[in-house]
């Protein structure tokens, strides 16, 4: 089945850090990429849209240059946490969906646990 | 605006079945899904329903009714690992067939 890597699977850092989070589709190509965030006993809240070659479609309220996203190949797209701060901490968990087939679900990455001191 | 809602918390026994409602308004609709979530984990796919009707998969099963903005998922012979958060989720109908998230049902199964 498919499968979505995420790296890393937990931060722990400095107040002030930039944070950088992979995700790669490890056995199918994805156009588009999601990133989410979590906080604690919550759903997932989408924070942006992560297409190929193109800049990010974000969410409202959310930071878009806090929270800078790349999406350079069909396999890999990254998100950053510029400067960090206590509040950034939470769990970001990235999608991707299988292209040009419908009804195809996301495919959800580990996640990773950011946590700001 | 877009809306999701789903009871916040659920019990059951081991054994028994529970059914998992789910209403939704959103302007678009492009299929419902269900998603599995132990604590601290990643979400799993467990079903989908783009047309009216019920979905089965073993012991789980899934109905739509597009025109009701209604779904529910249903979980027979409770383990006690089903123990987890159910997510309902809506795709929308735009380009980027991006999931909007309900709240979640946090289901606990006890002996």
């Known amino acids: 089945g498919a499968v979505v890597s995420q790296h890393p699977s937990r931060v722990i850092c400095k107040s002030g850090t930039s944070v950088k989070i992979e995700c790669r589709s490890l056995?199918?190509?994805?156009?588009?990429m999601f990133w989410y965030r979590q906080f604690p006993k919550q759903s997932l809240m989408l924070m942006a849209t992560?297409?190929?070659?193109?800049?990010?479609?974000?969410e409202q309220g959310v930071e878009k240059d806090k929270f800078l996203i790349n999406h350079a190949s069909l396999t890999l797209s990254t998100l950053t946490v510029t400067s960090a701060h206590p509040e950034d901490s939470s769990f970001y968990i990235c999608?991707?969906?299988?292209?040009?087939?419908?009804?195809?679900?996301?495919?959800f990455g580990d996640g990773t646990r950011l946590s700001i001191l | 605006g877009q809306n999701i809602d789903q009871p916040t918390e659920m019990t059951a026994t081991e054994g028994a079945i529970v059914q998992i409602n789910c209403t939704y308004q959103?302007?678009?609709?492009?299929?419902l899904f269900w998603y599995q979530q132990h604590a601290g984990e990643a979400p799993t796919f467990l079903s989908y329903?783009?047309?009216?009707g019920l979905e089965e998969k073993g012991r789980f099963s899934s109905f739509l009714s597009r025109s009701k903005g209604y779904s529910y998922l249903l979980l027979k012979e409770l383990q006690m690992k089903d123990s987890a958060s159910y997510l309902c989720?809506?795709?929308?109908?735009?380009?980027?067939?991006?999931?909007?998230f309900g709240t979640g049902t946090l289901l606990a199964v006890q002996p």
């Open positions: 999608s991707a969906t299988l292209i040009d087939r419908a009804g195809q679900p996301q495919h």
């Open positions: 056995d199918f190509q994805a156009t588009t």
């Open positions: 992560s297409n190929e070659g193109s800049k990010a479609t974000y």
């Open positions: 959103t302007s678009g609709f492009n299929g």
């Open positions: 329903n783009v047309l009216d």
């Open positions: 989720a809506v795709r929308d109908g735009g380009a980027t067939n991006k999931l909007i």
